[in-house]
């Protein structure tokens, strides 16, 4: 029944480690996103993606790779973790165009020692 | 560059009590803005959309104003109850696909 789910829903790593976190919709819609939100609580953009397009890249680190194997699945893959990817992370979705509600995940909470 | 504040960071007000959130913005080039709740250790529920030609819009005890020319937003929740604790967020979408740049949240506290 989950419209838009997340998994883990926590992460513990090691620095210097790579992880994933999966996101899927099933709201049928085009465009998902990846926030971070940070330990001030600060939400911010990562990604966006249209029909398994690229459309939002937020000036994030070449670590940080978005896959779209399909336009109900965005997933997040980090490479060489480091202390300060510790957030929680957000996946969202909508409908694709502007001023339309976005749906989002329950959060995968990053934690890198 | 879009910044959105809202003001104040943290409240705490007695049940039945009627409020007011604030959300301002720079950027008055907005498609909508959208008010979202958070509940703690959880994800985002969008509460209301105003889409740019609105003034405001309603659902049940919210109330959302938007004045885009001043760039500014209240959220308006009437006889308040301890189910509404949780930190509210604003987001104003500008640019292109749908991009959504979020205030810092007000942290709301209903006691009995």
């Known amino acids: 029944d989950t419209a838009v789910s997340q998994t883990p829903k926590y992460l513990v790593t090691q620095m210097g480690n790579d992880k994933s976190i999966k996101c899927e919709q099933n709201l049928g819609h085009d465009t998902m996103y990846w926030y971070k939100q940070d330990s001030k609580k600060f939400l911010k953009i990562m990604f966006s993606y249209n029909n398994k397009e690229l459309i939002i890249n937020e000036t994030v680190p070449n670590r940080f790779s978005p896959k779209s194997p399909d336009k109900a699945h965005l997933n997040l893959h980090i490479n060489s973790l480091e202390l300060g990817d510790s957030a929680v992370y957000f996946c969202?979705?909508?409908?694709?165009?502007?001023?339309?509600?976005?749906?989002f995940g329950p959060g995968t909470r990053l934690t890198v020692l | 560059k879009q910044e959105v504040t809202q003001i104040p960071a943290a409240l705490s007000v007695p049940e039945g009590e009627n409020l007011v959130l604030n959300c301002s913005f720079t950027?008055?080039?907005?498609?909508?803005l959208q008010w979202f709740r958070q509940d703690p250790g959880k994800g985002l529920t969008s509460l209301l959309l105003i889409q740019s030609s609105q003034r405001e819009q309603t659902s049940g005890r919210l109330n959302a104003s938007l004045d885009k020319s001043s760039g500014r937003s209240t959220l308006y929740i009437a006889a308040s109850q301890p189910g509404d604790s949780a930190t509210y967020l604003c987001a104003v979408e500008t640019g292109t696909a749908s991009k959504l740049t979020f205030g810092t949240g007000t942290r709301l506290q209903v006691t009995l």
């Open positions: 969202a979705s909508s409908q694709v165009g502007t001023s339309v509600e976005q749906f």
């Open positions: 950027d008055s080039a907005i498609y909508n």
